[in-house]
C-alpha cells in the first residue's frame, strides 16, 4: 500500500508491516481519517504479480490467436487470416519445446482449430461465386492460406483423422481449455472475489485478541468496520450495470424445474400407455376427412394460396399441402375444373422452388415440373369442356360450379416455353464433357413428345379462340427450335415438316419476331441437308440482311449461325468464292465464339455483372455447336484459293486490294519466323500449303491439306468427305496452274499445254478452259496458238503515259467510292443486291473484315483482278505495239 493513502501512521508503523508476513491485518484507524482509509480499499483491485506455470503461458497464448484467427473467419478477411495462421503456428513452436519437457500431448483444442480452419477454407474455396466476387488481395489470400494449411496439417494426419472419426460436440470444453475458460467469459469471476474479500475480512475481524494494542475504543471500531463494509457493497452495486451472480441461479432454478416437469410428463405417459406426437409445420390440412364440403375445400385451397411468396413461406411444406388439395380432390371427386386449376397452381409451386434467377433448376425437380404439365395435358384432352386461357379474367374464372362453363385463368404455351428455358439452363451450367450431361440431354426426347402433345391440343382447339396468336406462334416455334439443327436421313420428310410449321407461323399475324426466327431456321435446315439453291434463294427474298441489327440479341446469334452453316454448305458444292462471303464476316473478327454464343469473351471492364449474366443466358447448349476448328480450317481454305491467285496477278501491286486481312497476317507470320517446322494444328497446315501453291507445287499443297492429321481434325466431320476432298484437290489443281502461269509469265515464252496437261494432272479441256478464262479476264496477257498446241507469252513494258495514266485511274476510282459512301444513307442495311449476291455485309458492324469494302459483284464474273494497275496495259496497247513494230 501506498504511504500515502495510510494517513497519519508513523514511520514505525510502516516498517512493522513491512516487515509482516503477507497475511491481512485490519488496522482501525481513528475517526478523523477515516475517508482516507475507506479510499484504500482499492489495494484489492489493484494489479498483483501471479506466477503462472510456463504451459499456462503458451496455452493462452495459443488461446488468443486462435480467438483472433475466429474473428477473421466470421468477417471473411483472409488476409487477416492467413497472417493470424503464420502467428499460430510460430506460437504452437514455441509450445513444443515446453510440450516436450513436461511429457504433454497435443492440445485438442489445437487439433479441432486445425479441422474447423481446414473445413472452412475448403467451402470457400468450393463456393466460385463467392471466390469470384473477392478482391484481389483476398483472393491471393485464400489461395495461400488453403495450400499452407494442407501441407501443415499432413504433420497431424493421426490426430486430424482420430478427431473426424470422433469430433466434440458443439460448446465442448477440453481439459486444456478449463483453465482459462472462466477468465475469457467474465461471469465467474464475481463470486470468488466476494469470498476472496470476505475471507481477508473474517480475518482482520478474528483477531481480536492479538489486536487490543491496537485499538482505543472498541465500540466505536466496531461500528466503522460495519459501516465500511455496507457502503463498499453499495458502491459495488452503483457502478455496476447488473448483479451477474443472481442470473445463472435464475438459469439453473428453471432448468431444473424444466426437468422436474419433463420427468413427470414421461412418468404420466408410461402409465397411460402410447400418445400421438405430431412435428411442428406438418399438420394436415383437414383432420377430419369425412366433413370436408366443396365450400371448406375452397376456402382451405384459397389460405394455402394467400401464403404463396412470402418469405416466411416453406417452399416445400406449401408444394405438400398442394398435394393433399390435389389428392382430396380427386378423392371427393369435385370435378375437372377444381383438378386443373390446383393441378396449374402445383407446377407454378415447382417452377418457384429455386427463387434464384441465375441459378439453373434441379433436373430431378425439372423432371417432375415436366411430369406435371404433361397430367395437366392428358387431364385436359380427357376433360375437353375445361378451358384454359389467357383471355380468361378473374370475375370470369369458375372452375368448381358445374352448371357453368370451366374457364380458368393460364397459359399452356408460357408453361411449355419456361420448361424450355429451364431446360436450356440445365445445358448450360453442367459439364459438357461428362455423362451427367448425357443424362440430363435425354430429357430434351421427353419435352419433344410434350411439345408435339401441345401443338395437337393447340390444333385441336385453334377453331375455339382458346389460344391468341402469340401462343399459338410460341408452339410452333418451339417445334421449329429443337429440330432444325437436327440431320436427319429422311431429308425429304423433314422438309415438308419443316416446310408446314414455318407456313403455320408465317400465316399469323403481329408475330414479326417468330417469323424471324421461323426463317432464320428454316434456312439453316436447308444448308445443313445440303440444299444450297433454296437456302440462298429464301435468305434473299427474306431480307433479313436489312432487319436483323434491330433484332433482339437471340436473333442475331441465331442469324450468325445460319450464316455460318449456309458457308459450309456452299463449300461443300464447291463454291469458293459464295463460302469466303459467308464465314468472313465472323472469321475476321477473331471473335467467332463470343458471336456464335458458343463462350464467354473474358471479363471486361466496361462490362457490369447484368450485361456478362445476360450473355451467359444466351450461349446455345453443347450439342448445338457449330465446330469452330472446322470453320476457321474451311475459312482459310477458301482465302487460300481465292487470295494465293490474287497475290501472284497483282505482286508489285502495292495498292492491291486484300480479299481476307485475317489470311494476309497468317501468311506474314509465317515469313517472319525464324524457323519453320512441321504443321502442327490446322492453321499451320493451310499456310504451309500456301506457301506450296504460290511455287506452283500442287502435289505439295494437297499433301498439306488433306492428310491423316486433318482427315480427324476436319475432313472426317463432314457427311460426304469423299466428294468434298475430290472437289478441295480438283480446285489446288487448277488454282495452282492459274498461280504458276501468272508467277511465271515473265520467264516464259511459250509454253506447251501438254506439259501443263502432264504437270498438273488435269484434262486438256480443262487447261484450256483455265487459260481461256486468264485471257478474257485479262489477267494473262498471252495468245493460244491451236497448230503448235503453245501458249505465246507476251512482254510489252509499259511506257511512263501508262504507268501515269493507270495511277490516274486508281485516284479516281477511289474518289468515286469515298463519294458513294457519302451520299448512301448510313446506319441501314442495304438488303437485295442483285441476283448474284446472296449475302450482303451489313454496315454500322465492327464484325466486316479489316478496311475490305463490300463489293456488289456476281459469283460468276470470276473478276480477279482486285484495282487498277498490274498488266492492264497489255491488251489495252496492242495497237501502239502494232504502230511501233510497224515503224521499226
Known amino acids: 500500500m501506498s504511504k500515502f493513502f495510510k494517513g497519519g501512521s508513523s514511520s514505525s508503523e510502516s516498517s512493522d508491516s513491512d516487515s509482516s508476513d503477507d497475511v491481512p491485518v485490519n488496522r482501525q484507524p481513528t475517526k478523523a481519517k477515516a475517508d482516507f482509509n475507506f479510499l484504500s480499499e ?140 472462466g477468465s475469457e467469459d467474465g461471469k465467474d469471476d464475481v463470486a470468488p472475489v466476494a469470498e476472496s474479500k470476505k475471507q481477508k475480512f473474517d480475518v482482520s475481524s478474528g483477531d481480536d485478541d492479538e489486536d487490543d494494542d491496537w485499538s482505543t475504543d472498541s465500540d466505536d471500531t466496531e461500528s466503522d468496520i460495519d459501516l465500511e463494509g455496507k457502503e463498499m457493497e453499495d458502491l459495488r452495486k452503483y457502478f455496476l450495470k447488473s448483479t451477474k451472480s443472481d442470473k445463472p441461479v435464475k438459469k439453473r432454478e428453471n432448468k431444473e424445474d424444466r426437468k422436474h416437469k419433463v420427468e413427470k410428463q414421461r ?133 368448381h360450379q358445374e352448371d357453368k362453363p370451366y374457364r380458368i385463368n393460364g397459359s399452356l404455351a ?63 416455334l418451339l417445334r421449329i427450335e429443337h429440330l432444325y439443327y437436327k440431320y436427319s436421313s429422311n431429308e425429304r420428310e423433314t422438309e415438308q415438316l419443316m416446310d408446314m410449321l414455318c407456313k403455320k407461323i408465317y400465316a399469323l399475324k403481329n408475330v414479326m419476331q417468330f417469323r424471324q426466327r421461323a426463317m432464320l431456321c428454316q434456312i439453316y435446315n436447308h444448308a445443313l441437308h445440303d440444299r444450297w439453291h433454296k437456302a440462298k434463294d429464301l435468305l434473299l427474298m427474306s431480307h433479313l440482311q436489312a432487319i436483323v441489327d434491330h433484332s433482339d440479341a437471340a436473333t442475331q446469334v441465331l442469324y450468325n449461325r445460319t450464316i455460318c452453316q449456309l458457308g459450309l454448305c456452299a463449300f461443300r458444292h464447291g463454291m469458293i468464292r459464295e463460302a469466303h462471303q459467308g464465314l468472313s464476316e465472323i472469321q475476321n473478327t477473331q471473335r467467332a465464339k463470343e458471336f456464335l454464343a458458343q463462350g464467354v469473351p473474358p471479363r471486361q471492364v466496361d462490362k457490369t455483372q447484368e450485361q456478362e449474366a445476360k450473355e451467359r443466358s444466351l450461349q446455345v447448349p453443347y450439342h448445338m455447336h457449330i465446330n469452330l476448328e472446322l470453320l476457321e480450317c474451311v475459312y482459310l481454305i477458301c482465302s487460300m484459293l481465292l487470295e494465293i491467285p490474287n497475290i501472284a496477278c497483282h505482286e508489285y501491286d502495292a495498292r492491291r486490294r486484300l480479299l481476307s486481312r485475317s489470311f494476309h497476317y497468317q501468311l506474314k507470320m509465317s515469313e517472319k519466323s525464324p524457323l519453320i517446322g512441321p504443321p502442327e494444328n490446322t492453321r499451320e497446315h493451310v499456310v504451309a500449303a500456301s506457301r506450296a501453291m504460290l511455287k506452283g507445287d500442287w502435289k505439295k499443297c494437297r499433301d498439306y491439306i488433306i492428310n491423316e492429321k486433318m482427315n480427324a481434325k476436319v475432313w472426317n466431320l463432314f ?39 502432264e504437270s498438273f494432272e488435269l484434262p486438256k479441256q480443262k487447261v484450256y478452259s483455265v487459260i481461256s478464262k486468264m485471257i478474257i479476264q485479262e489477267e494473262l496477257s498471252a495468245t493460244l496458238d491451236e497448230p503448235t498446241n503453245c501458249l505465246i507469252m507476251h512482254r510489252i513494258e509499259p511506257t511512263r503515259l501508262q504507268i501515269a495514266a493507270l495511277s490516274l485511274t486508281d485516284k479516281l476510282g477511289q474518289l468515286t467510292e469515298n463519294n458513294e459512301q457519302i451520299i448512301e444513307p448510313r446506319g441501314t442495311g442495304r438488303g437485295y443486291a442483285g441476283a448474284g449476291n446472296w449475302y450482303v455485309q451489313r454496315r454500322g458492324d465492327d464484325r466486316t473484315g479489316g478496311d475490305e469494302k463490300p463489293r456488289q459483284r456476281g459469283f460468276h464474273q470470276q473478276d480477279r483482278r482486285g484495282g487498277g494497275g498490274g498488266r492492264k496495259w497489255n491488251t489495252n496497247n496492242k495497237n501502239t505495239y502494232k504502230h511501233q513494230h510497224q515503224m521499226a
Open 42 to 181: 482499492s489495494e484489492d483491485e489493484s494489479p498483483k504479480r501471479i506466477v503462472r506455470a510456463s504451459k499456462d503461458k503458451v496455452y493462452d497464448e495459443l488461446k488468443e490467436n486462435i480467438r483472433l484467427s475466429r474473428n477473421a473467419e466470421k468477417i471473411k478477411d483472409f488476409t487477416k487470416l492467413l497472417t493470424g495462421f503464420e502467428s499460430i503456428s510460430k506460437a504452437f513452436d514455441k509450445a513444443k519445446t515446453v510440450m516436450n519437457r513436461e511429457g504433454l500431448t497435443i492440445p485438442r483444442f489445437y487439433i479441432r482449430y486445425l479441422v474447423e480452419l481446414e473445413d472452412f477454407i475448403n467451402a470457400a474455396w468450393d463456393d466460385k461465386d463467392a471466390r469470384t466476387s473477392l478482391s484481389k488481395v483476398n483472393a491471393k489470400s485464400l489461395s495461400a492460406i488453403r495450400q499452407k494449411i494442407r501441407k501443415y496439417n499432413r504433420d497431424f494426419d493421426t490426430e486430424i483423422s482420430a478427431y473426424r472419426e470422433g469430433p466434440d460436440p458443439v460448446g465442448y470444453v477440453s481439459d486444456e481449455e478449463k483453465d482459462g475458460r
Open 267 to 399: 412418468q404420466e405417459s408410461d402409465d397411460e400407455g402410447w400418445n400421438v406426437v405430431q412435428v411442428m409445420g406438418e399438420k394436415p390440412l383437414f383432420p377430419n376427412k369425412n366433413d370436408i364440403t366443396i365450400e371448406s375445400y375452397l376456402k382451405k385451397f384459397n389460405e394455402v394460396n394467400m401464403i404463396r411468396g412470402r418469405k416466411s413461406t416453406n417452399s416445400r411444406a406449401h408444394l405438400r399441402y398442394l398435394q393433399e388439395c390435389y389428392d382430396i380432390a380427386v378423392e371427393k371427386n369435385f370435378g375437372p375444373g377444381v383438378l386443373v386449376k390446383v393441378r396449374l397452381t402445383i407446377i407454378s409451386a415447382l417452377f418457384e422452388m429455386d427463387t434464384k434467377t441465375n441459378t439453373a433448376m434441379d433436373y430431378n425437380a425439372w423432371n417432375k415440373t415436366r411430369e406435371a404439365v404433361t397430367t395437366l395435358f392428358d387431364l385436359l384432352k380427357e376433360h375437353p369442356n375445361v378451358v384454359v386461357s389467357v383471355q380468361t379474367n378473374d370475375e370470369e374464372e369458375n372452375f
Open 414 to 476: 408460357l408453361l411449355i416455353k419456361r420448361l424450355d428455358d429451364e431446360l436450356i439452363k440445365i445445358f448450360q451450367h453442367a459439364d459438357c464433357h461428362s455423362t451427367d450431361y448425357i443424362e440430363k440431354l435425354k430429357g430434351e426426347r421427353e419435352l419433344c413428345i410434350l411439345i408435339e402433345k401441345a401443338q395437337a391440343f393447340v390444333d385441336t382447339h385453334l377453331q375455339n379462340n382458346i389460344f391468341d396468336n402469340t401462343e399459338v406462334a410460341t408452339i410452333y
Open 719 to 757: 457427311r460426304n468427305s469423299p466428294q468434298v476432298k475430290e472437289m478441295v484437290v480438283q480446285r489446288i489443281q487448277e488454282e495452282s496452274l492459274r498461280t504458276y502461269l501468272l508467277m511465271y509469265s515473265t520467264v516464259y515464252i511459250t509454253v506447251s499445254l501438254d506439259v501443263l496437261v
